[in-house]
């Protein structure tokens, strides 16, 4: 068992040795800046095209619709501003889902600021947007550019019905985003030929690729104006000398996450119920009406195809998150908690708020998320620290 127990590869996950490979080959051999025209710049921009033509592979894209981004922030900054500034001319309105990540609720605010409006569409109690709710706001709001929803939820792992979504917003006229930042690499399911998003962010260090890149997949011929200005690069869309090692790691990863999506995932989902059981068998659910002061409360959908295959949230409503995730830590433990620090204080998770509306459980929430090396051992571990945690927290 290693000494530190990681569990929350939904932050970040350690590098594949492929992505590692492939970096350290791209910074001993190809360090070149990909636009000029000489030999050693007609190397990086090869380096940096074939792991375009890699990445959009992976999601059935032409290669001339993946434009590399400093990662999944800068992509949904540019989904966002960059259809916003291009189409108001038909309309000024925006749908979002109430649980999406920060960069894109935040930049819902900044546009707000900028004169448009944003609707943020409720989920079920498990994290779900309902297809019908959106054709309601669709029909209320003729003057909708753009439907931005996540493939999966960072928090809760739900994964949302993206087909039947984007379905929706085309028959309405509008333009689709997906946040696929947590879904990327993950699922097979998302490929733009059959489900034909407009837009697409993914981002590099959620699949064992480095930080700091990230592409935005834009559908040809769909209108979106730029976010960074400057020089001519990814053909005059997004400026700025591109980061060849990194684009060459990201593509290593991708193809190794892609190839190997099928034996993780089913190590995955063991762990996932085995770590539900391990929780219910260790403190009891709580139900809605009969509380039993020490029972847990699942969120998002039971493991199964709903649901992505590493994440386990749970709740321990009453309890402090902080103190369980300090009690944690210094057992070598690495989790998660869904309070994000914004303004000074901690605000409860919007994601936990918006299924539940209980800000005890909201508090109370840890987040886990596990990776390929991972063991039933750690899980058994978490369980006895979390234990001992619950017990001196409550006789305090
Ligand atoms: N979107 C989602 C759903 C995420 O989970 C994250 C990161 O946690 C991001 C966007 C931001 O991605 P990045 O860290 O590459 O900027």
């Known amino acids: 068992m290693n000494s530190v127990i ?9 590098m594949r040795p492929e992505a590692i490979a492939a970096m350290t080959e791209a910074m001993e051999h190809t360090f070149g800046n990909a636009s000029p025209s000489y030999s050693i710049a007609r190397d990086a921009k090869r380096c940096l095209d074939n792991a375009r033509a890699a990445l959009a592979e992976t999601i059935g894209a032409g290669w001339n619709e993946i434009f590399f981004t400093s990662g999944g922030t800068e992509s949904d900054n540019w989904a966002l501003t960059g259809t916003a500034e291009a189409l108001q001319d038909k309309g000024k309105h925006i749908i979002v889902s109430a649980i999406e990540h920060h960069a894109i609720l935040h930049t819902c605010e900044y546009l707000e600021s900028r004169g448009f409006s944003v609707t943020r569409l409720p989920v079920d109690s498990e994290g779900r947007v309902r297809p019908e709710e959106l054709a309601d706001e669709l ?38 985003h997906t946040d696929a930042v ?33 592409f935005l997949y834009v559908r040809n011929g769909t209108r979106l104006q730029s976010l960074i200005h400057g020089g001519s690069q990814e053909r ?43 929780l219910l068998a260790a403190f009891g659910e709580r139900s809605g ?64 708020m918006a299924v539940s509306g209980d800000r005890k459980r909201a508090e109370g929430t840890i987040r886990f998320t596990t990776g390929p090396e991972n063991t039933k051992e750690e899980i058994d571990r978490t369980i006895e620290v979390l234990g001992e945690a619950l017990q001196r927290i409550r006789t305090m």
């Not at 999966?152 to 087909?163: S, V």
């Not at 984007?166 to 006229?173: E, K, L, S, V």
């Not at 400026?239 to 034996?263: D, I, Q, R, S």
């Open 289 to 352: 009406d009969s509380p039993a002061p020490s029972g847990i409360l699942w969120n998002g959908p039971v493991p199964g195809d709903d649901r992505l295959a590493n994440n386990i949230s749970v709740s321990f409503p009453g309890v402090s998150a902080e103190s369980l995730l300090i009690s944690l830590d210094l057992a070598g433990i690495c989790a998660s908690g869904g309070s994000a620090c914004t303004t000074g204080a901690l605000d409860p998770s919007h994601v936990i």
């Open 139 to 176: 029909n209320a709001r003729p003057d909708t550019i753009l439907v931005s929803v996540m493939a999966a939820n960072n928090e809760i792992g739900t994964l949302e019905d993206i087909g039947t979504l984007c379905r929706y917003t085309h028959d309405h006229g509008a333009l689709f």
């Open 182 to 214: 947590q879904a990327y690499g993950k699922t097979d399911a998302l490929n733009v030929s059959a489900v034909p998003v407009d837009l697409f962010s993914a981002s590099a260090h959620k699949i064992g690729g480095p930080k700091g890149i990230g």
């Open 236 to 278: 005059g869309r997004r400026a700025g000398t591109e980061n060849v090692p990194a684009a060459a790691g990201f593509a290593a990863a991708a193809k190794a996450a892609f190839a190997n999506m099928e034996n993780e995932t089913r190590a995955e989902r063991e762990l996932q119920a085995y770590f539900r059981e391990r």
């Open 6 to 14: 990681y569990l929350d590869h939904a932050a970040t996950c350690r």
